[in-house]
């Protein structure tokens, strides 16, 4: 006898909540997993957050502040997401849509991003997909003291979070883009594959401008492409195996004076490239060198705390890995990751690498693997760590 419970088409959870650190809060999540009976399925969340003066101790933030009107100092993170499984295409072509609204604020700066993104999705076989895209965004980032963000970023004891969060140019800015993307997986296992093959390309066209009012004059038009091919070898029956991928990517300009907007940057180090850095810790080899070479005494020189966004324009980041098993649920790994990335495309070497190594333990678990890796930097410079650790869950 077999028995079918359908679990319910629609759920809502409502979570307020209340800190001294981040105020009052209250979190609003709507789904229906099968609109109309036709398997449409709709998300909808909703997080918003008010901090009082009366809990803010620092009097330059409750300044800070004050100036906001209250429709940027209630903080909020908006997110509707669409899945229409067939759109009268057949049933190998599906559409997604998404949309984000987000204010945040923080001690210095306040950012506010809305972005809209649609991807339509064409899957003949299990093993290969291919979608088209398009989106668009809005940024509006503000340093209360009236610095630009490379001033702010460039200032010491800003956290590497706070620099992936101000991937945006000054001001209020706009971009629209479209993307094609193409994969083939042949792997056993997403998460942990000891066996197969992976290849995968996208190709980005992106045009960024700055709003009428913004005295910003950064212009952006230009492709991005990246690709990404892995094998996994097999090389015992318990599950000893090779694994090794090599990732690379590519930015060209389509207009004079056009730069690439930061947050499509190539960026290395972490768990998915370097493991001997800290997440996208690693300098462009073009500005490590200009480091390097310049005089120390010289005061026009640039430094290392002047480069506040670690990104690039050409990157490529060959890595290998030998997976080793201790028991059906622990084994452990000895990696070699290595790679770099240049602001200028004309300065790529490929010959010229960074190398990290290490080692770590993995964990089964029903959702994939625990990882807890240490890489370290086998070649350091002067301002570089002796190496990082790194937590994930599934490996590339």
Do not use: C
Not at 63 to 72: A, K
Not at 73 to 96: H, Q
Not at 276 to 301: C, H, M, N, W, Y
């Amino acid at each position: 006898m077999v028995r079918v419970t359908e679990r319910l088409p629609q759920y809502l959870d409502i979570r307020p909540g209340f800190s001294t650190g981040e105020g009052f809060r209250v979190q609003f999540e709507y789904g229906h997993r099968n609109i109309a009976g036709k398997a449409i399925q709709l998300t909808f969340r909703v997080r918003l957050g008010y901090l009082p003066n009366m809990f803010i101790l620092d009097p330059a933030v409750r300044t800070n502040l004050d100036t906001l009107p209250v429709s940027q100092r209630l903080e909020r993170l908006d997110a509707a997401s669409v899945l229409f499984p067939e759109i009268g295409l057949g049933p190998l072509v599906s559409l997604g849509i998404d949309g984000i609204d987000v204010r945040k604020n923080a001690r210095d700066f306040g950012l506010t991003k809305d972005a809209l993104s649609s991807a339509l999705n064409y899957r003949p076989v299990r093993t290969f997909t291919t979608s088209f895209g398009v989106s668009g965004e809005r940024n509006n980032v503000a340093i209360f003291n009236g610095q630009t963000v490379d001033q702010y970023l460039s200032q010491p004891g800003v956290t590497a979070d706070v620099g992936r969060l101000l991937r945006v140019p000054d001001g209020l800015t706009y971009a629209v883009a479209q993307r094609v993307t193409a994969s083939w997986d042949r792997r056993d296992n997403p998460f942990g594959a000891t066996r197969g093959t992976l290849i995968g390309a996208a190709v980005e066209h992106v045009r960024a401008f700055p709003a009428s009012d913004n005295p910003n004059t950064q212009l952006s038009d230009f492709l991005r492409t990246s690709g990404v091919v892995a094998g996994y070898l097999r090389l015992s029956k318990r599950g000893l195996a090779l694994a090794a991928t090599v990732r690379g990517g590519y930015v060209r300009q389509l207009m004079q004076n056009s730069k690439t907007y930061p947050d499509r940057l190539f960026f290395l180090g972490g768990v998915d490239s370097l493991r001997g850095f800290l997440q996208d810790a690693l300098v462009p080899q073009d500005i490590a060198d200009k480091i390097v070479s310049e005089a120390a005494g010289d005061p026009t020189r640039l430094t290392i705390n002047q480069v506040a966004i670690r990104g690039g324009d050409v990157f490529i980041n060959p890595r290998a890995e030998l997976r080793i098993p201790l028991s059906d649920l622990i084994s452990t790994a000895l990696f070699l990751d290595t790679g770099n990335v240049w602001v200028e495309p004309r300065n790529f070497d490929p010959t010229v690498l960074r190398y990290t190594s290490g080692s770590g333990l993995r964990i089964a678990t029903p959702i994939g693997p625990i990882a807890l890796d240490y890489g370290v930097n086998l070649v350091r410079r002067a301002w570089e760590d002796f190496g990082a650790f790194h937590f994930s869950i599934g490996l590339f």
